[in-house]
């Protein structure tokens, strides 16, 4: 038994290195390859369509396809992936309307408050408990989280917008979106973990939610209108599937990452992948790392650390 606890062990770490590398990764990726006049939206639900197909193989590899969906039922459906999928989709739609109305450098850092709200949601929702070293690595994380911000959008201006717009068009859109992000993180894990939904089956029914509310948006969006006028695959070339296909594998590896390592340690990766890419910059584009980047890496190093060092333990019970 401890053997295949080794080995569960060792999985975990590497679907975590794996998402690191393509988190950092992706940044690239989509700079290098995706053109300006590619409509997002387009690319958006070919990845989508890669996560189905993706998922849907490895599930024919396990052997547990024809199994899972003779068990299937849209109420099961609904509860561990509709939920998720519907806070997800309002979560972005936040983040887009902030985005508008805050500096980058601002955005960064508020955004970074959802690795709480998920240590919070994962506590009220699966009663998972955190160490007092664990908080102290988390917030260990988010001054790294923070710093790493600081670094990168430090010389992007806040365009001049009012201080009520900013207020209730960039604050509080981001601050409900990182209280949702955490929300839906926890729901996922509880689905993984409770509910016993396979993470394959939750990439397949969270991608065709999200499809669908992308479909409904195109007879109004921009994009909708784009794709109408230039076609679907409008700027498209063999190189954007490389961005488009990394993400899709990005999207299995975070089903994976949220089932067996939860979403705190998800929250982890994400700012080590933001080391990950300014490493990628650096060897790609000669940009070499700013200061506080290279202030972050040791307190993301330690704080993955301690993280790691000292779980929760419940106390015994005594008669």
């Known amino acids: 038994m401890p053997q295949k606890k080794d080995r569960i062990n060792s999985r975990v770490w590497i679907y975590l290195l794996l998402l690191t590398l393509q988190y950092g990764a992706q940044p690239l990726f989509s700079k290098r390859f995706i053109g300006k006049e590619v409509i997002v939206t387009s690319a958006v639900l070919v990845c989508e369509a890669a996560k189905v197909v993706c ?3 490895l599930l024919a590899n396990e052997g547990s396809l024809r199994r899972l969906f003779s068990q299937w039922t849209l109420i099961g459906s609904l509860t561990a992936s509709g939920l998720p999928a519907a806070i997800y989709a309002l979560q972005n739609s936040l983040l887009q309307i902030s985005y508008r109305n805050l500096d980058s450098l601002t955005f960064s850092i508020l955004n970074q408050t959802k690795l709480f709200f998920t240590a919070i949601f994962t506590y009220l929702i699966l009663g998972q408990k955190q160490t007092g070293q664990q908080v102290g690595a988390l917030t260990l994380l988010i001054i790294a989280a923070v710093l790493l911000s600081v670094g990168e959008g430090s010389n992007k201006g806040a365009g001049g917008k ?8 960039g604050i509080f859109p981001v601050m409900i979106a990182s209280v949702l992000s955490g929300l839906a993180s926890s729901l996922c894990q509880w689905a993984s973990q409770v509910k016993k939904h396979t993470s394959y089956l939750m990439t397949i029914e969270m991608s065709i939610v999200g499809s669908l509310c992308l479909f409904a948006s195109l007879y109004k969006s921009p ?3 784009a794709i109408r006028k230039h076609g679907f695959f409008y700027g498209w070339t063999l190189w954007t599937l490389v961005p488009v296909v990394s993400n899709a ?3 299995i590896l975070v089903g994976l990452v949220t089932a067996h390592a939860g979403g705190v340690r998800k929250g982890f990766v994400i700012v080590s992948a933001l080391l990950v890419t300014a490493l990628l910059q650096f060897v790609f584009d000669s ?12 307190l993301v190093m330690s704080s993955i650390y301690v993280y790691q060092k000292y779980p929760y333990v419940a106390r015994k019970k005594e008669d």
């Open 162 to 169: 009012n201080s009520d717009q900013v207020l209730f068009y």
């Open 287 to 298: 940009k070499p790392p700013s200061v506080f980047c290279l202030v972050a890496l040791p």
């Open 55 to 57: 998922a849907l193989i």
């Open 249 to 251: 594998v990005g999207g």
């Open 223 to 225: 994009d909708g209108e």
